[in-house]
């Protein structure tokens, strides 16, 4: 029986979760495929630190350098996360022959192209299923289950911790307590920054969009707005409205063959499959030019969905090992899809508009006006009586060219009667 030896970075949530499902699941894969994994060395930060697994003392390592040096790993997990050192110690990894699988999204993204050719040069591979949705098997479905179609759209919710404070904020819990309980559960990334101001779901963006039309798209083509200006106001006007605030990747391919690509926090109908993904969960719509629409949805965040798709990535590779056809497996193929990525500006959407105002006459004509200025239709305004003298008026608009909303939104915050910057997000029906 092939045993093949792992050699793994960081034994954080991530990491832990993987040791886990190998020890739960490993009689079930030496049956299924015929393959035994043996941990050859595990680097971590702090040897002394509690786990939420046992691995023997002797593996451990403070080193990663041992790791990706180790003659004897044939497959390099690397799950410590973020840009550097993870970039370098990868591709040392793969120029020294090793498979690579990665749950780190902020690498590949930001550092696509190189590892790819680093890989290439190496008859090698990376594999990287946990860097976008968790547990989804989405780039599986890129790759493979959905390769007789043209992608017309992808859409969806790709960041599990966003999705937990939300829906938290639906049941009236604040922001700020919500990310605390996200960060305990192990969805929030050790920046959570990343999650709450979209960072983390606009990498996941680019890498989707960037399999999909065959062409890198970095993060300056990803318009990225988070949740973290989003307050509890917000969410009980989507409420009675009819809505539910997501944070929502749109990846588009335009009439002119580019490719829009957004994350913001949108207004969905609270009875749509989209709005009702909750949790920690991801659900991700593509439309394919023959299949039509497809949905995808699990578990997005945190240890048991992130392992899964890590250790899967590692049943594939040593099957690709095994079966000597790793430079077969697709990587990252350069392809024809799309001429480049469009300007956002163009996009046409509905929007919501939150402005707070002072409680006087001729306010609300005077916010109107600026926006009937700028061709933006109102089609439903709301403000709610009040003692406060500062009061949030929400505005919900009809389809609208987001340059135009934006100029009026401009006008609108130079008015000495608006108290505060205006927010504004996309509402979708
Ligand atoms: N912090 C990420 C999220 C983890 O919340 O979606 C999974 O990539």
Same mark, same amino acid.
């Given at each position: 029986? +092939? ?5 793994? #970075? ?28 043996? $941990? ?74 190189? $590892? ?27 790759? @493979? ?28 819990? /604040? ?16 920046? =959570?920054?990343?999650?709450? &101001?979209?960072?983390? %779901? &606009?990498?996941?963006? %680019? !890498? ?18 988070? !949740? ?22 749109? #990846? ?5 063959? +580019? ?5 913001? =926090? ?18 991700? +719509?593509? *439309?394919?030019?023959?299949? &039509? ?20 990535? #590692? ?5 690709? #090992? ?14 024809? &899809? ?10 046409? /959407? ?10 006087? =006459?001729?306010?609300?004509?005077? !916010? ?12 439903? !305004?709301?403000?709610? @009586? /009040? ?10 608009? *009809? ?6 909303? @934006? @100029?009026?939104?401009?006008? $609108? ?9 205006? *927010? ?6």
């Amino acid at each position: 029986m +092939k045993k093949f030896k792992l050699g793994i #970075i960081g034994l954080g949530t991530v990491g832990s979760g993987v040791v886990e499902c190998l020890q739960k699941n490993g009689s079930l894969f030496t049956s299924r495929y015929g393959f035994d994994y043996e $941990i050859a060395k595990v680097a971590v930060r702090n040897l002394n630190s509690k786990r939420l697994v046992e691995v023997d003392q002797s593996l451990m390592t403070t080193d990663p350098q041992e790791v990706v040096d180790h003659a004897e790993v044939d497959i390099v997990l690397e799950l410590m996360g973020g840009e550097e050192p993870a970039r370098t110690l990868v591709l040392q990894a793969l120029n020294n022959g090793k498979v690579v699988v990665t749950a780190n999204k902020a690498l590949i993204a930001e550092y696509g192209p190189e $590892i790819f050719a680093a890989a290439e040069e190496n008859n090698t591979r990376i594999f990287f299923e946990a860097s976008v949705a968790g547990g989804i098997p989405i780039i599986k479905a890129l790759h @493979e289950g959905l390769s007789s179609n043209g992608i017309d759209s992808i859409h969806g919710i790709l960041n599990g911790t966003c999705n937990f404070i939300l829906s938290c904020m639906e049941n009236g819990e /604040s922001f700020a307590d919500a990310l605390a309980e996200a960060q305990r559960l192990g969805y929030a990334e050790a920046d =959570p920054t990343l999650d709450v &101001g979209g960072g983390d %779901a &606009g990498h996941k963006a %680019a !890498i989707l969009a960037s399999l999909a039309y065959g062409q890198w798209f970095t993060k300056e083509t990803v318009s990225v707005k988070g !949740i973290d200006k989003l307050e509890l106001t917000d969410v009980e006007f989507a409420r009675d409205a009819g809505y539910r605030i997501k944070l929502i990747a749109n #990846i588009l391919k335009t009439v002119d063959n +580019k490719v829009s690509i957004d994350v913001q =926090p949108t207004l969905v109908p609270q009875q749509s499959m989209i709005g009702s993904v909750m949790d920690a969960y991801n659900g991700i +719509k593509i *439309h394919g030019n023959t299949v &039509g629409d497809t949905f995808f949805y699990g578990q997005g965040a945190g240890k048991d969905a992130t392992s899964s798709a890590v250790v899967t990535d #590692i049943i594939d590779a040593s099957q690709a #090992i095994a079966s000597e056809t790793i430079s077969n497996y697709p990587g990252f193929k350069p392809f024809d &899809g799309a001429d480049g990525a469009a300007d956002l500006s163009s996009v046409v /959407s509905r929007f919501y508009l939150r402005v707070v105002v002072e409680d006087s =006459p001729k306010v609300l004509s005077s !916010i109107t006006g600026i926006l009937g200025d700028h061709n933006v239709s109102i089609a439903s !305004i709301t403000q709610k @009586e /009040s003692h406060e003298k500062a009061v949030p008026v929400v505005i919900l608009t *009809h389809e609208v060219l987001t340059k135009e909303l @934006e @100029e009026a939104i401009k006008a $609108i915050s130079e008015l000495p009667v608006v108290k505060s910057q205006p *927010h504004t997000f996309r509402l979708e029906d």
